[in-house]
């Protein structure tokens, strides 16, 4: 399995290189990549398998092919469809059954906290859990990795909607990934 995590990281690096070059070099779009050895590690310290597990603007898709190769059940939601297109051939490339859909992972109806203004950062469209046929409390793993003003939306979404005792991943670009129960930090024995 880390041979296979390897090329797909490297995978998901050049995606990302070219992403930047051909897109992000033109106009400002959201999609940075994580530090995909912070997350690998922190799967690994969480993984069950069979556990559902959601990516939260799921871009190339690296994160949730991760955690299906991990023995998570793994899915996407991205508002982006060209990147979902970019997703779901990598995911065929590595024979991943990780799951992409084009849609918003805000839940139908959510009042985003601090008004309904527009973000750059996390965009409005349909919501994408109908397509997947799960809502939000269906999963045990959620990540996501928040612009800095960003997180506390993703803490709320996980309080309205999410299970009491899921687990939210969160990449943040100081601190490493962090990861909460019921809006606590949780932390693991080194
Ligand atoms: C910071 S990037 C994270 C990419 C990927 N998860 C990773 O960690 O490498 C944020 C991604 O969220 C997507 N996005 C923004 N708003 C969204 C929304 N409401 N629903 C789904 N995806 C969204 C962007 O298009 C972008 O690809």
């Known amino acids: 399995m880390q041979a296979r995590l390897d090329a797909l ?6 995606i990302w290189e070219r992403f930047e070059r051909t897109v992000r070099d033109r106009d400002f779009h959201s999609f940075v990549a994580a530090d995909y050895d912070a997350v690998r590690s922190a ?17 190339s898709g690296v994160i949730a092919i991760m955690a299906d190769m991990m023995g998570f059940e793994a899915y996407g939601i991205e508002l982006d469809a060209a990147l979902v297109t970019t997703a779901r051939a990598l995911a065929m490339r590595f024979d991943s059954r990780a ?12 009042k985003r906290l601090g008004g309904d203004g527009e973000s750059d950062t996390i965009g409005d469209g349909p919501s994408g859990y109908l397509q997947l046929g799960r809502s939000l409390d269906d999963f ?4 996501g990795y928040p612009w800095d003003d960003d997180a506390p939306l993703m803490h709320d979404l996980m ?17 490493g990934v962090r990861a909460f ?10």
């Not at 799951?99 to 109806?109: A, E, I, K, R």
């Open 9 to 14: 990281c490297a995978e998901g690096w050049s």
């Open 159 to 175: 309080r309205q909607y999410g299970r009491p005792d899921a687990l939210l991943l969160l990449n943040d670009t100081e601190r």
């Open 99 to 110: 799951q992409f859909v084009t849609g918003s992972f805000l839940p139908t109806g959510y």
């Open 140 to 143: 045990d793993v959620v990540f």
């Open 43 to 59: 799967l690994l310290t969480h993984r069950t398998p069979g556990a559902r597990f959601l990516e939260w603007g799921s871009a």
């Open 181 to 190: 129960r019921g809006g606590r930090e949780v932390t693991t024995p080194q």
